[in-house]
């Protein structure tokens, strides 16, 4: 036959959304921005060293994995660039540079890649860096001691460490609006509250991250919080100061919404959400650390594929022969 | 193709293209010099074929390859055969392409004129299936289905095809004609038409259920249709036919009408040609047209790496040659260029759960997957529902990943089969 053009030969459907990983990742990126800008505008040039410093390494690592699994080159995706930038949120604005490196090379390789990589790690890698980096190191996640010389208008302690160690009553050292609007002593990416919280209904109108998770999640903290503290309001904080300080609005926005290690069916997404805001509160009343996210994400990331067997039945199982 | 909304909270709305408010009459496409048929059969270089290349056809008359062939197609032009080869389809199924020179005479078998005074099943199937709109006559005739609903679709399967509502609306003299020769015909007692929302017809006829359908992918899927009108949840690896009901689209009950009216079958077919642009036209072209004759009516240049989808975007199948040719249930044809083609990935399942949350049938898609990918059929069938899938191609289209999924399952279900086959076989043998 003459004029043989050779044609594209695929399969149905032949049509696509247009999504795409690096474009979703891209949005996270974004969508994490105005915490980002607000931590370097108030803890300097050191926050912004510790930000870029997380974020190259977290990509270097990606691609010396890469290479020595003989994978195909990944860094494209921008996934690698977002563990190392809410890794870098996480810390402290002083975090020392080897500090950083050990942990985003324990977040990468460890927590992400040794399980095959994108969308095969059954933990958050980013909260796998963090914790191994709490559990060796733990004077550097003290942030009132590693924002000593900072001067800050406003009182300068941990919210949740002065709670920890001076009880309920440290909790009128900050108002509300005050946690909301970024008055506390922390880590980069996790201070400003209205921030987080912008970035976080961007995400959820987009449909990059699972909103049924940060819903249940927040909900999770204000009713364990709330029954806590309504059991004795002499030793357990109120649900408003436990919802804004520390990694909290971070955690619900950012870290349970994790893909690959959180569930998808909408039941189980709640029951995981939940848990996790009810894991970190029982950490914060009862365990030792001041904040429980970290671990507590940590703990549901673990139930998760249990969790999401509870799924609906799919079209014509079990349905008798008519 | 259209796109994910900004807003992605909410699923994206894929919306069947309604027939406009004044269909204009089909352009038709002139008959090429060479027509060329796709027999469901595959050459058996051992055996020598009934039909080769120099016979002399006729117009309507039925070819087969072999003698003790079942399958057949009929030519839609009087010529001679050029060619006989293989045809690759899909998953490695062979079909056999005869190729007719088209000698423009008027020779005509008309085999079915004797019948259609009769109005028997068994003849109608024997004549009629490969009528324009591909009547299900056959199963219809089959005793062991048992049908007791007959649904006529007035709503096309697919996005980007009005070809059965133009029907629908257009032709709606005739398409009442068809329903009463199909009742007289299967003796089925209850009838249903399905028709789209926001479209009105004057179809009435007594005992007959209208069904509107929203214009939302995928509900005028027959499983579909099946669950929201119906009530009728088929059971997984059963089709709507084993559950009683059969689906026929209005163009093949048209046919049938024209076909007893005029005592002859007709070849006619109408597809909806999408091209390049998004610009959609019906085309009239007779069985057996090339899509290359159509494309070059309409001015579509195809070059290299463009991807000519027979079908739907989401139920198509592309083709490797532009000498396709127009088959009885080919309602759509769409060309897209190489650099709006949507790239397929290999990266893994990133358990984002969209797919999830699209799936119509509730089917763990994200698991799924994973068993697919790595060979284990037979548990995803009985532990995440591979059978359970109704084949719209939702998951694909959502996938952040990329994934060709609903080219997985399609595998993972043709695999299955072969599987079970085999163990049928080794079971026989025992």
């Not at chain 1, 364990?224 to 408003?240: C, H, K, Q, V």
């Not at chain 2, 057949?72 to 690759?88: L, W």
């Not at chain 2, 389809?89 to 190729?99: A, D």
């Not at chain 2, 088959?327 to 949507?342: E, T």
Request: net charge negative; glycine share 8%; aromatic share 8%.
């Amino acid at each position: 036959m003459p004029n043989r053009v050779k044609l594209t030969v695929s399969h149905a459907p032949f049509w696509h959304d247009g999504d795409s990983v690096c474009k979703m990742n891209l949005t996270i990126i974004l969508a994490a921005m105005p915490a980002v800008i607000f931590g370097i505008v108030q803890f300097g040039i050191p926050a912004l060293g510790v930000i870029l410093l997380a974020v190259s390494c977290s990509m270097f690592f990606e691609l010396m994995m890469n290479f020595a699994t003989k994978r195909s080159l990944s860094i494209g995706d921008f996934d690698a660039a977002l563990i190392g930038l809410l890794f870098g949120m996480m810390l402290p604005a002083t975090t020392p540079w080897w500090v950083v490196v050990t942990g985003v090379f324990v977040a990468i390789v460890i927590g992400k890649q040794i399980y095959g990589g994108l969308g095969a790690n059954p933990f958050n890698p980013v909260l796998i860096g963090v914790a191994i980096l709490m559990v060796s190191w733990p004077g550097y996640f003290d942030f009132d001691g590693a924002l000593l010389n900072y001067e800050f208008s406003h009182e300068a302690l941990a919210p949740l460490a002065a709670l920890k160690h001076q009880g309920v009553a440290a909790v009128d050292f900050f108002s509300t609006t005050q946690l909301l609007m970024g008055q506390q002593t922390g880590a980069i990416g996790s201070t400003f509250g209205l921030g987080l919280i912008i970035g976080g209904i961007f995400l959820i109108l987009r449909g990059c991250i699972k909103w049924e998770i940060t819903i249940a999640y927040i909900a999770g903290i204000i009713i364990t919080a709330l029954i806590f503290n309504l059991s004795d309001s002499g030793t357990y904080a109120g649900p408003m100061f436990h919802l804004f300080a520390g990694y909290t609005l971070f955690g619900a926005i950012f870290l349970a919404t994790e893909n690959s290690s959180s569930p998808v069916n909408t039941i189980p997404m709640l029951i995981y959400g939940f848990l996790g805001g009810l894991m970190v509160i029982l950490i914060r009343n009862l365990g030792v650390y001041p904040d429980g996210t970290v671990f507590a994400i940590l703990i549901i990331n673990l139930i998760n594929p249990l969790i999401d067997y509870i799924r609906p039945k799919a079209l014509g199982r079990g349905v008798n022969n008519a | 193709m259209i796109k994910r909304p900004f807003i992605g909270l909410f699923q994206p709305k894929l919306k069947y293209d309604l027939l406009e408010a004044d269909p204009k009459e089909p352009e038709v496409v002139p008959v090429p010099s060479n027509i060329l048929l796709l027999l469901n059969d595959s050459l058996d270089s051992s055996k020598i074929t009934f039909i080769k290349k120099g016979d002399q056809v006729k117009k309507g008359e039925k070819l087969f390859l072999y003698k003790e062939s079942t399958e057949h197609v009929i030519s839609s032009v009087s010529g001679v055969i050029k060619r006989v080869e293989s045809y690759a389809g899909e998953f490695g199924n062979i079909k056999t392409s005869i190729v007719i020179g088209n000698e423009n005479n008027d020779d005509f078998v008309n085999d079915f004129k004797e019948h259609a005074d009769k109005f028997e099943l068994d003849a109608a199937a024997k004549f009629l299936k490969l009528l324009p709109g591909a009547p299900p006559l056959e199963i219809l005739a089959d005793p062991a289905h048992k049908i007791h609903t007959l649904v006529i679709s007035g709503v096309d399967e697919d996005i980007s095809s009005t070809v059965r509502q133009y029907f629908l609306t257009t032709e709606s003299a005739d398409l009442k004609e068809g329903i009463q020769i199909l009742k007289k015909l299967t003796q089925i007692p209850k009838i249903i038409l399905t028709v789209p929302e926001g479209i009105s017809v004057d179809t009435e006829i007594s005992g007959m259920q209208v069904f509107n359908i929203s214009p939302v992918y995928p509900d005028a899927l027959p499983k579909m249709i099946m669950k929201n009108q119906l009530s009728t949840i088929v059971p997984q690896g059963k089709t709507c036919e084993d559950m009683g009901v059969c689906f026929i689209s209005s163009e093949a009950v048209v046919s049938i009408a024209k076909a007893y009216r005029d005592k002859s079958i007709h070849f006619e077919k109408i597809v909806c040609v999408t091209g390049k642009d998004g610009v959609r036209k019906r085309m009239k072209v007779l069985i057996g047209t090339p899509v290359i004759s159509i494309l070059k009516q309409l001015n579509i240049h195809t070059n290299e790496n463009d991807r000519i989808v027979i079908g739907g975007p989401f139920n198509g199948f592309s083709t490797f040659t532009v000498y396709h040719p127009v088959g009885p249930c080919m309602d759509s044809i769409i060309v897209q260029d190489s650099g709006s083609i949507p790239y397929v990935s290999d990266s893994a399942c990133i358990n984002c759960g969209k797919c999830i949350k699209i799936c119509p049938a509730n089917i763990p898609v994200n698991l799924l997957v994973r068993q697919l990918a790595a060979n284990l059929f037979e548990d995803a069938e009985e532990k995440f529902d591979l059978e359970a899938c109704i084949e719209c191609g939702l998951c694909s289209y959502v996938c952040t990943a990329k994934i060709p999924i609903f080219q997985y399952i399609r595998l993972g279900k043709h695999e299955l089969l072969k599987i079970k086959a085999e163990v049928e076989t080794e079971g026989a043998n025992a």
